[in-house]
């Protein structure tokens, strides 16, 4: 869970199939500003799967100043989704608060209902034969593809908002963009929505910011991309198959550490062979034949005599 120490007592993750997702640091984070502390991490992101951001407050938030509540507005691929408020009151006897934004709300003017549609990760697709309009504005939209943001504001309630109806986000089950409007970027997954569903009017409040704090006082970001491109930008490591015969695919330095591993082996074998093997104890004489001729007797001939001792301490 994403938790920024600035802010005490606020936290916020990701779930998909009600389990939180793991969460790898992001290398390139942004530098931390007093004003506005920012948590960057990365999920892995799941094809067709739908998922949740979890909100949650606790007592070790600080309350109190000028009666504020806490607005918590998502934002998914740089789109606006429906906000959160949490006030001190929310909070259970132990002093905690968790929800979830799991949908959108969406209000349809021609047939004059309301609609909800849960959020899903969808794999991307792409097209090659894209109008250069088509690349011109998928490349917009890629700009902030895969990057799920909470922003936390501390707001004033002004009571129940009456007649807002925000607008049909039309955005469906398809994940297309152009192929080169994704070149160099490591993106796996786009956000899109579940089939809407018919729900009774939601209530919305009047919230307004505190014009002393220049905007929110946290913001949680998380980058969401499939395993392998996780991989890919050395999020995660590499995961190297265990049953592969060969050396294809390993880096050099793999390759260097199974040799020198495998060298380690011989050398040990070696080593204990070595301690097992039988000492073999050879002494050498020299006799010589005087029964040799005189002619002979400068060329003593030379008889060795072999003895052997052998040591069977070793059996």
Same mark, same amino acid.
């Given at each position: 869970?994403?938790?920024?120490?600035?802010?005490?007592?606020?936290?916020?993750?990701?779930?998909?199939?009600?389990?939180?997702?793991?969460?790898?640091?992001?290398?390139?984070?942004?530098?931390?500003?007093?004003?506005?502390?920012?948590?960057?991490?990365?999920?892995?992101?799941?094809?067709?799967?739908?998922?949740?951001?979890?909100?949650?407050?606790?007592?070790?938030?600080?309350?109190?100043?000028?009666?504020?509540?806490?607005?918590?507005?998502?934002?998914?691929?740089?789109?606006?989704?429906?906000?959160?408020?949490?006030?001190?009151?929310?909070?259970?006897?132990?002093?905690?608060?968790?929800?979830? %934004?799991?949908? +959108?709300?969406?209000? *349809?003017?021609? =047939?004059?209902?309301? @609609? !909800?549609?849960?959020?899903?990760?969808?794999?991307?697709?792409?097209?090659?034969?894209?109008?250069?309009?088509?690349?011109?504005?998928?490349?917009?939209?890629?700009?902030?593809?895969?990057?799920?943001?909470?922003?936390?504001?501390?707001?004033?309630?002004?009571?129940?908002?009456?007649?807002?109806?925000?607008?049909?986000?039309?955005?469906?089950?398809?994940?297309?963009?152009?192929?080169?409007?994704?070149?160099?970027?490591?993106?796996?997954?786009?956000?899109?929505?579940?089939?809407?569903?018919?729900?009774?009017?939601?209530?919305?409040?009047?919230?307004?910011?505190?014009?002393?704090?220049?905007?929110?006082?946290?913001?949680?970001?998380?980058?969401?991309?499939?395993?392998?491109?996780?991989?890919?930008?050395?999020? %995660?490591?590499? +995961?190297?198959?265990? *049953?592969?015969? =060969?050396?294809?695919? @390993? !880096?050099?330095?793999?390759?260097?550490?199974?040799?020198?591993?495998?060298?380690?082996?011989?050398?040990?074998?070696?080593?204990?062979?070595?301690?097992?093997?039988?000492?073999?104890?050879?002494?050498?004489?020299?006799?010589?034949?005087?029964?040799?001729?005189?002619?002979?007797?400068?060329?003593?001939?030379?008889?060795?005599?072999?003895?052997?001792?052998?040591?069977?301490?070793?059996?």
């Amino acid at each position: 869970m994403a938790v920024i120490e600035d802010v005490p007592g606020v936290k916020v993750k990701i779930h998909i199939g009600d389990v939180d997702c793991t969460e790898y640091d992001d290398p390139d984070a942004p530098v931390n500003q007093a004003a506005q502390p920012t948590s960057s991490k990365y999920i892995e992101s799941h094809d067709d799967t739908e998922f949740g951001i979890n909100i949650a407050v606790d007592e070790n938030y600080q309350w109190g100043y000028k009666n504020h509540v806490l607005s918590f507005q998502a934002y998914i691929d740089s789109m606006s989704l429906r906000g959160l408020m949490v006030q001190k009151k929310d909070l259970s006897v132990d002093g905690r608060y968790a929800s979830t %934004i799991k949908d +959108t709300n969406e209000f *349809r003017r021609e =047939t004059g209902s309301w @609609l !909800s549609r849960n959020l899903k990760f969808s794999a991307v697709k792409t097209i090659d034969n894209a109008s250069k309009e088509r690349i011109k504005k998928d490349i917009e939209v890629a700009r902030d593809l895969g990057v799920i943001q909470v922003k936390v504001y501390r707001k004033t309630n002004h009571g129940i908002l009456h007649g807002y109806k925000p607008h049909y986000l039309g955005k469906g089950s398809a994940c297309e963009f152009a192929e080169k409007s994704l070149k160099g970027k490591a993106i796996s997954h786009g956000a899109t929505f579940s089939a809407a569903k018919t729900i009774q009017s939601p209530q919305y409040y009047d919230c307004r910011d505190l014009p002393e704090d220049n905007g929110p006082i946290a913001i949680f970001q998380f980058h969401y991309r499939s395993k392998q491109a996780l991989q890919q930008e050395l999020i %995660i490591p590499t +995961t190297v198959s265990t *049953r592969s015969a =060969t050396f294809d695919g @390993l !880096s050099e330095a793999e390759r260097d550490r199974l040799a020198m591993e495998r060298l380690e082996q011989i050398n040990e074998e070696k080593r204990i062979k070595k301690e097992n093997m039988p000492v073999i104890k050879r002494e050498f004489d020299e006799v010589f034949d005087l029964t040799e001729d005189d002619d002979n007797s400068g060329r003593h001939t030379k008889i060795p005599r072999i003895s052997e001792a052998i040591d069977l301490t070793n059996e």
